[in-house]
C-alpha cells in the first residue's frame, strides 16, 4: 500500500519562506505531486515531479529525492491569501493512481 | 469548460437509507476518481476508474459502497444503507489518463447521516 507523511500544522508571518515536508511509502513510485485546498473548497493541482530536484512554479517550488522517499514544496513571499492545506499525493499503480497525504494545515500571520 | 460537476451539493439522511451521489468529469477525461474526506481520515482514494473500467476499488470500505460509471461523461458512487460513519465530503475528481497528469475535483457532496 502507500503512506505519506506530513507535519499536521505550520505557522509562518507574511513574506517569509516555510517549507512543507513529505516522506512517503509507496509500491510502484511514479511521482510526487502537490495540492492546495482552502477551507471549504476543492483541492487543486500545484506542482508535479517525477524526476529528482527542483521544479519551480512562480512563488511555490517543489523538490524531490526518489533515493530518500521524500520532498517538500516550498512557498516563498507567503501571502495571507496561502493559508490553506497542502497535501503531497504519490502516484503509483502506472501513474495513474493518486494517493494523498494527511495534509498540513499552513496558517500565515500578520 | 464547467469543471467537474458534483451533485448533490449537499444531503442530509437517516441512517439506513440509500445515498446516491453524481459526478459528470470533464469533457475528454478520461480517468475518474472518488475519494472521501474527513478530519479524522483525511483524503482517501476510494475508486478509480480508466475509460470507464474500475481499476482499483480497494479504498472502498464496505460492501455498503459500490461506484459505477456507465459512460464517460457519469460516474455515482452509492452507499446502501448508510450509517453516520458515513458522513463526510465526498470528491469526483477527473484527469487525462497518464503519468502525473492533473487532477481536477468537484466541489464535494458534503453527506451528513443522522
Known amino acids: 500500500g502507500q503512506s505519506l507523511e506530513q507535519p499536521s500544522e505550520v505557522t509562518a508571518v507574511e513574506g517569509a519562506i516555510v517549507q512543507i515536508n513529505c516522506t512517503y511509502q509507496t509500491s510502484g513510485f511514479y511521482g510526487l505531486s502537490w495540492y492546495q485546498q482552502h477551507d471549504g473548497g476543492a483541492p487543486t493541482f500545484l506542482s508535479y515531479n517525477a524526476l529528482d530536484g527542483l521544479e519551480e512554479t512562480g512563488r511555490f517550488s517543489s523538490f524531490l529525492s526518489r533515493s530518500d522517499s521524500y520532498g517538500y514544496l516550498l512557498l516563498q513571499e507567503l501571502q495571507m491569501k496561502d493559508s490553506a492545506s497542502y497535501f503531497c499525493?504519490?502516484?503509483?499503480?502506472?501513474?495513474?493512481?493518486?494517493?494523498f497525504g494527511t495534509g498540513t494545515q499552513l496558517k500565515v500571520e500578520l | 469548460d464547467a469543471g467537474v460537476i458534483q451533485s448533490p451539493r449537499h444531503e442530509v439522511t437517516e441512517m439506513g437509507q440509500e445515498v446516491t451521489l453524481r459526478c459528470k468529469p470533464i469533457s475528454g477525461h478520461n480517468s475518474l476518481f472518488w475519494y472521501r474526506q474527513t478530519m479524522m481520515r483525511g483524503l482517501e482514494l476510494l475508486i478509480y476508474?480508466?475509460?470507464?473500467?474500475?481499476?482499483?476499488d480497494s479504498g472502498m470500505p464496505e460492501d455498503r459502497f459500490s461506484a459505477k460509471m456507465p459512460n464517460a461523461s457519469f460516474s455515482t458512487l452509492k452507499i446502501q444503507p448508510s450509517e453516520p460513519r458515513d458522513s463526510a465530503v465526498y470528491f469526483c475528481?477527473?484527469?487525462?489518463?497518464?503519468?502525473?497528469?492533473?487532477?481536477?475535483f468537484g466541489q464535494g457532496t458534503r453527506l451528513t447521516v443522522v
Open positions: 499525493a504519490v502516484g503509483s499503480g502506472g501513474g495513474n493512481k493518486l494517493t
Open positions: 476508474f480508466n475509460n470507464n473500467v474500475p481499476i482499483d
Open positions: 475528481a477527473s484527469s487525462l489518463l497518464g503519468v502525473g497528469t492533473e487532477a481536477f
